[in-house]
C-alpha cells in the first residue's frame, strides 16, 4: 500500500525540563540548563527573572504526566506534536527527522488521537508486528469510527516521545530505563538507570585515585571493595571539594540513595517482591537524569589537572 504525502497542520518539538512555577514559561533542555543548576543551586527563568529550583521543576512536572510516556519529555526527553489530516484506509508514513528529531533518535512512546472526522490513526506493520517503534519512521493507517459512508475524512493529533542520541558510554543505559519506563516496567528501568550513574562515575573516581596508587591496586580496590554507595555519599563529595567542584545537590543525591534501596530490594528480592510504583520510577529517573548531567559537568575538572575548579555562568 502506497504512504500518501504529508501535509501537517501543525508541528511542535518540546525539549523542557519543565516549565517555570512563577510563569509556567517552558525552560530550556535539561542539558542546557543542568550546568547552572549545579552552579548556583538554581536556574533564572528568562521570561520572568525568577529563580528556579530546576529539580523541583522537573520532578514535579514529570510526577504530574505520571504514568505516560510524556512525563519522561522533562527528564532529557522530547515530545513532537503533529496534527495531520487524514482519510480513512490510506497509510501514512511519518518522517520524525522531517520535524525536529535527529536520525539517532529513539521512540520511547506514541500516542494517536483523533481531533475530527471520526477516524484515528493506528500503526501500520507487517505480519510480525515489533512491540517497539524502531528507526524514527511511523506507518500510519487511517482508521474511520461509527458508521457513514467511507472515506472518512478528518485530522488526528500524533504525539511521540524520545530520545536523542549521545556519545557517554553510560547514554545507552539511561535510554533503556526510560524505554523500560515508557512501557511501564519499572524495576528493570530503576535498575538500569543506577547503572547509567555507576558508569558515569565510577571512572571519574578510578582517574584520580590512579594518579597516586598503582593501577592494579586501584582496579582491585573498585571492583572489590569501594561500593556504589561509598562512591556516591564519601568519595565523590570529598573529591569534589577537594577540587572546588560544586557538589551534587542534596536533593539529588538523596533521590539516588533511594533509587539504591529500591535497586537493592528488586535485586535481592526480586521484581515481584519488591513493588515499583511509577512515582519510585519517575522520582529515580529525575535522579538518574539529574546524576548523568552532573557528572557530564564535573567529570573534566575531575579529569584534569587543574585543581582550580569549575568557572560559575
Ligand atoms: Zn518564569
Known amino acids: 500500500m502506497a504512504s500518501n504525502a504529508i501535509n501537517p497542520s501543525f508541528i511542535d518539538t518540546r525539549e523542557a525540563a519543565g516549565s517555570c512555577p512563577a510563569c509556567l514559561y517552558r525552560l530550556p533542555r535539561l542539558v542546557e540548563c543542568a550546568p547552572s543548576y549545579f552552579n548556583d543551586g538554581h536556574i533564572i527563568c528568562k521570561h520572568c527573572g525568577a529563580k528556579t529550583d530546576l529539580w523541583q521543576a522537573a520532578l514535579s512536572h514529570a510526577v504530574a504526566l505520571s504514568p505516560t510516556g510524556w512525563a519522561l519529555a522533562s527528564l532529557g526527553a522530547a515530545q513532537t506534536s503533529i496534527v495531520l489530516p487524514m482519510e480513512s484506509g490510506k497509510v501514512y508514513e511519518v518522517k520524525l527527522t522531517d520535524h525536529g528529531a535527529p536520525a539517532d533518535a529513539k521512540i520511547l512512546s506514541t500516542n494517536y488521537t483523533g481531533q475530527t472526522g471520526n477516524l484515528t490513526a493506528i500503526e501500520w506493520h507487517g505480519n510480525s508486528p515489533p ?5 524514527t519512521v511511523l506507518h500510519l493507517l487511517a482508521v474511520p469510527f461509527g458508521d457513514g459512508p467511507l472515506p472518512h475524512e478528518g485530522r488526528v493529533a500524533i504525539t511521540v516521545v524520545w530520545i536523542r542520541g549521545d556519545e557517554s558510554p553510560a547514554w545507552p543505559y539511561l535510554v533503556t530505563a526510560f524505554e523500560a519506563a515508557a512501557a511501564r516496567d519499572y524495576a528493570p528501568s530503576l535498575v538500569f538507570a543506577q547503572c547509567a550513574i555507576e558508569i558515569s562515575m565510577m571512572p571519574l573516581i578510578e582517574d584520580r585515585f590512579r594518579r597516586h596508587a598503582s593501577a592494579e591496586r586501584v582496579k582491585n580496590f573498585m571492583r572489590g571493595a569501594l561500593t556504589y554507595g561509598y562512591a556516591l555519599n564519601v568519595v565523590l563529595p570529598y573529591l569534589c571539594a577537594e577540587l572546588h567542584v560544586p557538589k551534587m545537590p542534596d ?4 533521590s539516588l540513595n533511594k533509587m539504591r534501596e529500591r535497586r537493592n530490594d528488586i535485586i535481592h528480592e526480586g521484581t515481584k517482591a519488591a513493588t515499583v510504583t511509577s512515582q ?4 529515580g529517573l529525575c535522579a538518574a537524569a539529574f546524576g548523568f548531567e552532573y557528572m557530564r559537568h564535573i567529570g573534566p575538572s575531575l579529569l584534569s589537572d587543574s585543581v582550580s575548579g569549575l568557572e560559575t555562568q
Open 251 to 254: 536533593v539529588v543525591r538523596g
Open 131 to 135: 512491540r517497539r517503534v524502531v528507526g
Open 280 to 283: 519510585d520510577a519517575i522520582e
